[in-house]
């Protein structure tokens, strides 16, 4: 080998490194500013009519519903995909608790057994109007979810106007959700 071809396959494992650190010098420093935030996944389908779906429901907690029944309302709604395997799932619930005393929750059991799901929103109160099981996913593919736990606020007629990928609390809907309904 060569003198030329060692310093190649030398130089480049050493500037690959060296980019890599300092993009995630970059990502880390934008963390610290504010000015990245890897929670805010941004939805395509946000300002686009629901997808066309149907589900089941959970054992013990209604029929499931449908894009049509979502579309129907005549108030927004709030669809929150979550899982009882979710640990962040667990920690939203008190305050999707209260954020249902303020408007009707729909829940989507995301890649769930329907009895796990069942038996965890019922353990300390559901806080959804209605529920139904995506057992396979398939349903969360269509509206763009990444992971759970993920959220959207769906208008009368059934667009979707905002979309949350992290665990809600009274002040996220204070702060996007809330100011979003004041507008409808």
Same mark, same amino acid.
């Given at each position: 080998?060569?003198?030329?071809?060692?310093?190649?396959?030398?130089?480049?494992?050493?500037?690959?490194?060296?980019?890599?650190g300092v993009g995630f010098w970059r990502m880390l420093s934008d963390m610290r500013s504010?000015?990245?935030?890897?929670?805010?996944?941004?939805?395509?389908?946000?300002?686009?009519?629901?997808?066309?779906?149907?589900?089941?429901?959970?054992?013990?907690?209604?029929?499931?519903?449908?894009? /049509?029944?979502?579309?129907? +309302?005549?108030?927004?709604?709030?669809?929150?995909?979550? #899982? &009882?395997?979710?640990?962040?799932? *667990? %920690?939203?619930?008190?305050?999707?608790?209260?954020?249902?005393?303020?408007?009707?929750?729909?829940?989507?059991?995301?890649?769930?057994?329907?009895?796990? /799901?069942?038996?965890?929103? +019922?353990?300390?109160?559901?806080?959804?109007?209605?529920? #139904? &099981?995506?057992?396979?996913?398939? *349903? %969360?593919?269509?509206?763009?979810?990444?992971?759970?736990?993920?959220?959207?606020?769906?208008?009368?007629?059934?667009?979707?106007?905002?979309?949350?990928? /992290?665990?809600?609390?009274? +002040?996220?809907?204070?702060?996007?959700?809330?100011?979003?309904?004041?507008?409808?």
């Amino acid at each position: 080998m060569n003198a030329t071809r060692r310093g190649i396959l030398t130089a480049v494992p050493i500037i690959g490194a060296g980019v890599l650190g300092v993009g995630f010098w970059r990502m880390l420093s934008d963390m610290r500013s504010g000015a990245f935030d890897p929670r805010a996944v941004k939805n395509p389908n946000v300002g686009k009519p629901i997808p066309s779906f149907a589900m089941p429901g959970l054992p013990g907690l209604g029929d499931g519903f449908t894009d /049509a029944e979502l579309k129907a +309302q005549h108030r927004p709604v709030l669809v929150n995909f979550f #899982a &009882s395997w979710c640990i962040p799932c *667990v %920690a939203e619930m008190p305050g999707l608790r209260a954020i249902s005393r303020n408007m009707p929750i729909w829940g989507i059991a995301y890649e769930d057994k329907p009895e796990n /799901a069942s038996a965890f929103i +019922q353990r300390d109160g559901s806080p959804y109007a209605r529920v #139904a &099981s995506d057992r396979h996913g398939r *349903v %969360a593919i269509d509206w763009g979810v990444t992971g759970v736990p993920e959220s959207f606020l769906v208008a009368p007629g059934g667009r979707i106007i905002w979309h949350g990928s /992290a665990a809600l609390d009274p +002040q996220i809907y204070e702060a996007e959700i809330r100011p979003r309904l004041a507008g409808l």
